[in-house]
């Protein structure tokens, strides 16, 4: 590839602009689906197994789409990375177009499947478009870059959560009317957002020996399994010590997004759907400010934390990051106040902040350049693999040892977490980006 320009930083926001609209959306999934499911009737126990499309779609997509856009050049497309992050877009908007119509838990289940797929495909070659057009020196600045975004995009979604019901009132069809105006605003944003990116930032294209390469090389339906098997092989060490540290931290994640909403009815209204759905309403609100909270953290600190990494080194800003995040969700259950809960969130936000990017900044500089769509898109598998362990043992756990008490699913997240820091302790990465 051509030599790598040094970008204003300006350019590299423009870069990530795109990442707004992906974590809107991924802002939607994580606050508003489950609470949908609520509306439409569903069980405390049927939500991880209604969550599984995105641990699923992400297990099966995101390492195929990582190996494919390896080898893709399209320049009338816009590229290597950017045809899949559009195309993913576009799916995006579609579901969240569909989504509040959703007429049965089941139609709402298999739309999720489309607006997960539809994530995936758009966030991976994201990824790797930042290890790509940037070289070791901001490369720290465009992944936290992507954080700051994640945070932006998850706090308009949640907020949206919080006005929407305000100036929204009533339900069409199954569902409340606030929710068609989030999500027809998440399908905008979603799209609008990606083609921003697209317009404004061109791919480094790759050298003719490197496009020859590309076209001896046929790409066959076998191709990104044969790619990805290579890669597994042949995976540094670091990146096992990171699939251990994911296994706990994104296990316990999905643990606090899937019952944040009953976790603060019970402790602050001290309802559930079942007693009484508009004070339960209004619990699903509140969670919407609360997570944005926690995303406006995110995207405050995000920019932050590269200095520290860079200081200090990357695994310990992340151990501290989670630790921080394990005691607020520690504290998160037992709050009876509805205003006490922004400070225990607030420790999420940090460890948020860290979880959306630190990570890459250990692994970028030990895996070769030719394959970061591959190993990118296996980071990923690392990331949806716990997710996926956790919708199918999760409602066994929740019913036979939680007693279906969402306040016990957070102080659960909270313990794994904890776990998930330690083990960052024993990651070793051969190079690292320090000053």
């Given amino acids: 590839m051509l030599k790598k320009p040094h970008l204003s930083f300006w350019q590299i926001i423009n870069m990530n602009v795109g990442f707004l609209g992906i974590q809107y959306s991924f802002g939607l999934q994580q606050s508003a689906v489950n609470p949908i499911y609520d509306f439409l009737g569903a069980s405390p126990d049927q939500l991880p197994l209604l969550n599984l499309a995105g641990p699923l779609t992400g297990l099966l997509i995101q390492p195929i789409i990582g190996a494919l ?166 995976m540094p060490k670091v990146m096992w010590q990171l699939a251990l540290v994911y296994l706990f931290q994104w296990y316990a994640l999905f643990c606090y997004w899937q019952n944040s909403s009953k976790s603060i009815a019970l402790s602050v209204w001290n309802t559930t759907p079942e007693k009484d759905m508009t004070r339960y309403g209004e619990a699903v609100s509140w969670t919407g400010l609360v997570n944005g909270w926690y995303n406006v953290v995110t995207f405050l600190v995000a920019f932050a934390l590269v200095g520290f990494a860079k200081k200090y080194s990357a695994k310990y800003v992340h151990f501290t990051c989670l630790f921080v995040a394990a005691l607020g969700f520690l504290c998160f259950p037992h709050i009876q106040n509805k205003y006490l809960l922004f400070p225990a969130i607030t420790g999420f936000g940090i460890g948020w902040a860290s979880m959306m990017g630190i990570p890459y900044l250990m692994i970028v500089n030990n895996i070769p350049k030719e394959r970061y769509g591959v190993y990118m898109g296996i980071i990923n598998m690392m990331i949806v693999i716990p997710m996926f362990i956790q919708t199918l043992s999760f409602g066994y756990i929740m019913k036979h040892f939680l007693n279906n008490d969402p306040r016990a699913a957070i102080t659960f997240a909270g313990v794994l977490l904890v776990l998930s820091a330690i083990f960052t302790l024993f990651m070793n990465p051969k190079k690292e980006i320090r000053d």
């Fill in 69 to 234: 856009s390896d080898k893709t050049w399209m320049p009338k497309f816009g590229g290597r990375r950017k045809p899949y992050f559009f195309i993913g877009a576009l799916l995006c908007s579609l579901a969240l177009f569909l989504f509040p119509f959703s007429s049965s838990l089941w139609m709402a289940a298999g739309l999720l499947w489309i607006l997960d797929a539809g994530n995936n495909t758009a966030m991976e070659p994201y990824r790797a478009f930042i290890a790509d057009k940037l070289d070791e020196s901001q490369q720290p600045l465009g992944f936290q870059a992507q954080s700051f975004f994640t945070g932006f995009g998850q706090t308009l979604a949640n907020v949206s959560l919080f006005i929407f019901p305000l100036l929204f009132i009533g339900t069409t069809g199954k569902l409340p009317t606030w929710v068609y105006a989030s999500f027809f605003l998440g399908a905008i944003c979603s799209i609008a957002s990606v083609w921003w990116s697209s317009y404004t930032t061109k791919e480094i294209p790759p050298t003719p020996e490197e496009l020859t390469k590309m076209e001896s090389e046929s790409i066959q339906l076998r191709t990104p399994f044969v790619d990805i098997f290579k890669a597994l092989k042949n």
